[in-house]
């Protein structure tokens, strides 16, 4: 199965700081790689798909990029609401496998 | 408006078996793949199962493969999880989620709110 990692795992950072986000994949996978927020006590919900196509409803401070192994996404100017843990998700090859998660919390 | 709700919640002891079920609504069924995500307590999120819409075909997570099977009734709208021989590594909150297409390969754009499946003794 293919590996994700995240790094960090976690960050703390400021109301209108620009934040970004890292996912690597253990073996190219194209541009087939989902972006998700999750906050506490919530399903996970889409932001990104196709690593930077922006889900329908998803604010424009939230973009993604990459392609093959290395992906980021990126907050431009982080929002009380966007304090969540963050999980990348491969949809190349199943089975599909997620980042371990990256949590971004308020400094 | 999309919908998907998740129902088979319940408390089974090692060695038993469990069937979700996901009721989906405000959207052709037929059409849309669909896919089982879990979550531990306290841990990440582990993609289980998907199903694609229209020819059925199934893939699995290395660690389900062979104890659970996914399945889905399109004229009732709805999809499956029948989970056997559970372990207590198998205690989650099950999502159901739906791709964007007829196939798991497009990325998923819907998650239900979850069921709660406890496997103790």
């Known amino acids: 199965a293919i590996q994700m990692t995240q790094s960090p795992s976690s960050l703390s950072a400021s109301v209108g700081d620009r934040v970004t986000i890292t996912c690597r994949a253990s073996q190219g996978i194209r541009n087939d790689l989902g972006w998700y927020q999750q906050k506490p006590g919530k399903a996970p919900k889409v932001l990104i798909y196709s690593a930077s196509s922006l889900q329908s409803g998803v604010p424009s401070r939230f973009s993604g990029s990459g392609s093959g192994t290395d992906f980021t996404l990126t907050i431009s100017s982080l929002q009380p609401e966007d304090f969540a843990t963050y999980y990348c998700l491969q949809d190349y090859d199943p089975p599909f496998t997620f980042g371990p998660g990256t949590k971004v919390d308020i400094k | 408006e999309v919908q998907l709700l998740e129902s088979g919640e319940g408390l089974v002891q090692p060695g038993g078996s469990l069937r979700l079920s996901c009721a989906a609504s405000?959207?052709?069924?037929?059409?849309?793949?669909m896919s089982w995500v879990r979550q531990a307590p306290g841990k990440g999120l582990e993609w289980v199962s998907g199903?694609?819409?229209?020819?059925?075909?199934?893939k699995y997570a290395d660690s389900v493969k062979g104890r659970f099977t996914i399945s889905r009734d399109n004229p009732k709208n709805t999809l499956f999880l029948q989970m056997n021989s559970l372990r207590a590594e198998d205690t989650a909150i099950y999502y159901c989620?739906?791709?964007?297409?007829?196939?798991?390969?497009?990325?998923?754009?819907?998650w239900g709110q979850g069921t709660l499946v406890t496997v103790s003794s």
């Open positions: 199903i694609s819409g229209s020819d059925y075909s199934t």
């Open positions: 989620a739906r791709h964007s297409g007829d196939t798991i390969y497009y990325g998923t754009d819907y």
């Open positions: 405000g959207f052709s069924f037929s059409s849309y793949a």
